[in-house]
């Protein structure tokens, strides 16, 4: 099938490269001049595990080609709207300008038998605005939204855990749909559960699935709250919590919180939009899940001053980690870089280290000191940070090892990656995220 993929960001680098290596033939489209070139180049904009291979293998095949002028999509017959929706800079909600660009960009160039196939994560309503868009042209429209984890994303859009594709009411837009089918085909007879369903609950599902995992988090970084001040172990309790089949244990895991360019935009957008319809009580809990999310950073902050005696002007900071997670190199609403900025504002000789984020980071908060090398970030340093938990810091960081670069023997943990006793036992200050 021949397919376009408008916005090669994140989310439409990943779709386009992981569509050509299931046969289709692709091009990506962008207003991007640096970021086609690079592309082209056969080279990743950015740190995703196995993108480029992907990359390297669809523009080796032919299958795969990017360009940023618009009329190389002709030939499409398949449109996947993959542009970002950021938070609008005077306020929460979500800013759709590039959608409604790519979309009028497209417009010239349907037919009826074109489908635009929407992933970009968007408000209830938009959907239905955009197919009256485009009903003059005979086009039809679906929505797909992606449910893609940095770090995970291509084996997320190889392999994904469902595919859920909202449509209009009419004979026509339900036929759209069996396009969607054909193209996931492979993943459907392999059983990937299909869900079918009208624009709104199709669009609910993004927002909603993002709400809710937020809100897990938030949920356990508020009980470590509450198990700093009675004494209590959160791990423990996460780990009893987990056990109930209602519940899970997956992200349960007290720490520093969440980031990155989708949680916290997106639970934002939506209390925007629930406002805008006139039921924003009904997310009013949302606010206080980003508020638990934002107090993470301050409580850190707090806990490296209170480490080191109260003051941590002139104090040598290592802080490991400027990812929002691990297996990625996004910096966007990263804990990890705001506490290490924070701690630099207040007087601390801050020297920050990542496994890939090191260059976005630089040019993100070039007032810092980065290092490349996890040891030398190490060495001498008053305290050690832990603010994302790459395997380089939650399996191989040995208190041995790490007590020969520095003789500040003290750790603060946001991320409960390590084991306690192994760094006490070493003669370590130790503190955690809800631990006794």
């Not at 800013?95 to 009826?112: E, K």
Request: charged residues 20%; proline residues 4%; aromatic residues 6%.
């Amino acid at each position: 099938m021949k397919l376009s993929v408008l916005g090669c960001g994140y989310l439409g680098a990943v779709h386009a490269c992981a569509m050509a290596s299931m046969g289709h033939e692709v091009v990506g489209f962008d207003v991007s001049v640096d970021r086609i070139a690079t592309l082209s180049s056969g080279t990743a904009p950015f740190y995703e595990p196995e993108l480029e291979d992907l990359l390297t293998e669809g523009l080796s095949s032919g299958k795969l080609t990017f360009t940023t002028d618009v009329k190389d999509l002709e030939t499409s017959t398949v449109h996947f709207l993959t542009v970002g929706t950021p938070q609008k800079e005077n306020g929460t909600a979500a800013d759709l300008t590039q959608v409604y660009a790519a979309v009028n960009s497209l417009i010239p160039l349907l037919t009826a038998e074109s489908i635009i196939i929407g992933k970009s994560t968007v408000p209830v309503g938009t959907a239905q605005k955009l197919a009256t868009m485009i009903r003059p042209t005979g086009a039809r429209l679906v929505w797909n939204p992606e449910f893609l984890r940095e770090g995970w994303a291509v084996r997320d859009t190889i392999l994904p855990d469902r595919i859920v594709v909202g449509t209009g009411a009419s004979t026509e837009d339900k036929s759209a749909a069996q396009v969607v089918r054909q193209i996931y085909q492979r993943q459907i007879t392999t059983g990937t559960p299909y869900i079918e369903t009208d624009f709104a609950t199709a669009e609910l599902v993004k927002v909603a699935a993002n709400a809710f995992l937020a809100t897990k988090i938030s949920f356990i970084n508020a009980m470590a709250e509450i198990s700093d001040a009675v004494g209590a172990d959160v791990v423990q309790l996460a780990d009893a919590l987990g056990h109930d089949t209602r519940i899970g244990r997956k992200f349960l895991g007290a720490g520093i919180g969440f980031g990155g360019g989708c949680l916290p935009k997106d639970i934002r957008a939506f209390i925007a939009t629930a406002d805008q319809l006139g039921v924003g009580e009904s997310l009013n809990f949302l606010k206080e899940v980003d508020l638990i999310n934002q107090r993470r950073r301050t409580h850190v902050v707090n806990m490296v001053t209170q480490a080191l005696g109260g003051e941590v002007r002139n104090k040598r900071v290592a802080v490991l980690g400027a990812s929002f997670k691990p297996h990625s190199d996004d910096i966007r609403d990263s804990p990890a870089l705001e506490v290490a900025i924070r701690l630099h504002n207040k007087g601390a000789d801050v020297i920050v280290t990542d496994p890939v984020a090191i260059d976005k980071a630089r040019k993100g908060a070039p007032q810092l000191t980065f290092e490349q090398s996890r040891d030398l970030a190490i060495q001498n340093a008053d305290v050690i940070v832990v603010a994302t938990e790459w395997d380089e810091y939650r399996g191989q960081l040995d208190p041995e090892q790490v007590s020969d670069l520095t003789d500040g023997r003290i750790i603060v943990d946001c991320r409960n990656a390590l084991t306690p006793g192994d760094w006490i036992s070493c003669g370590w200050q130790y503190f955690g995220m809800g631990r006794r």
